[in-house]
């Protein structure tokens, strides 16, 4: 391990921007399809990790839908949530927002208890196996219809309470947010906190349309919105967490190398940003491998990565006081190392 790998393992940090079930590695597809008795198109893990070349995100999602046709049980869904938090522990994550796509799961006929408990039963084990605090957004697949969301929200209806907030994922292009306006107003209501990804293919009016149109908490994403200064400018002037995901950015070709990643002129331009994985299973690399390939690649000090570390607890949904907290132990860890 190098400084650099130490340092960004030992800072405190936050997760803003994992899909769970991004998080499903080869190893463990195999082992859910004996298990489950599922078939996969591949013959082995390594066929696998071959087929994990992307030139868009239409690429890599038929792909990763495809994935998901393995978990079948709560058991699946723990185990996998389990297998990520093992993970991110070890990368200093001390607190993780989980996207989850019921869709995905429920219109295979897997019902939408067995996914939540699966994974509310894994986020119970990380709190006292890793002191790890996490909390749930359920994603709505945008190429699907809006009435789609509003059964998957009043699906969840029994498990508000463990629900943190709403996102939008899937294909963006063709899918802007304004689709699911009312969708995003009825979450609102139910005390949900909003978020969007946009601007990762989509243009910056997209980006436009989730402020606007939807009033979100957050941007997932948001690289295209540096297109447009004025749109820049607001974002900066309003706080707006960015949830920044470089290496699914660079396998997504949203970026051609990633020495090309935009992150320190997001953060030059006071945009607040932060580092996330993702979909670390299929992009090559969990959070601490996203902090090591811009601080190598874009030549970012220490003192942006404790600011990038800042970021994703300022940026959380954490209640005031853990946010406090959680920033006081990064002010320890930098006298600490200084
Ligand atoms: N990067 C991404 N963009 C849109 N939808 C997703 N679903 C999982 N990962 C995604
Ligand atoms: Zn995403």
């Avoid at 990520?84 to 607190?95: E, I, K, M, P």
Wanted: aromatic share 8%.
């Amino acid at each position: 391990m190098t400084d650099l790998d130490t340092f960004i393992a030992r800072l405190p940090k936050a997760e803003l921007h994992l899909h769970i079930e991004g998080s499903l590695e080869p190893e463990l597809m195999f082992e859910l399809a004996r298990r489950n008795q599922v078939e996969i198109p591949y013959a082995s893990v390594e066929e696998v990790r071959a087929a994990y070349a992307f030139t868009r995100l239409q690429d890599f999602l038929d792909i990763y839908y495809a994935g998901a046709n393995v978990l079948r049980t709560r058991r699946d869904f723990h185990d996998m949530a389990m297998a990520y938090f093992d993970r991110a522990a070890r990368d200093g994550v001390v607190h993780a927002e989980l996207m989850f796509d019921p869709q995905t799961h429920t219109d295979r006929g897997i019902p939408f208890a067995e996914v939540i408990e699966g994974l509310l039963s894994a986020m119970e084990e990380a709190r006292t196996k890793h002191g790890m605090t996490s909390c749930l957004i359920l994603s709505f697949l945008r190429h699907l219809s809006e009435e789609a969301a509003f059964e998957t929200l009043a699906a969840a209806e029994p498990w508000l309470d463990r629900i943190a907030a709403v996102g939008l994922d899937s294909s963006e292009v063709g899918h802007p947010p304004i689709k699911f306006a009312q969708v995003f107003a009825a979450a609102r209501e139910k005390g949900l906190k909003l978020t969007a990804h946009a601007g990762e293919e989509g243009p910056p009016e997209y980006v436009y349309q989730a402020l606007d149109l939807i009033d979100v908490d957050r941007i997932d994403h948001g690289n295209r919105a540096l297109e447009d200064p004025v749109l820049t400018r607001r974002l900066a002037d309003s706080g707006m967490t960015l949830t920044v995901c470089p290496l699914s950015n660079l396998k997504l070709c949203v970026i051609d190398d990633i020495v090309q990643h935009p992150i320190d002129a997001m953060l030059k331009a006071g945009l607040k940003a932060t580092l996330n994985s993702d979909d670390p299973a299929y992009f090559g690399g969990y959070i601490a491998d996203n902090y090591r390939a811009v601080a190598e690649a874009r030549g970012l000090g220490r003192e942006d990565l404790v600011t990038l570390a800042r970021n994703s607890f300022t940026g959380s949904f954490l209640p005031e006081e853990d946010i406090a907290r959680h920033l006081a132990a990064i002010d320890a860890f930098v006298a600490e190392v200084a």
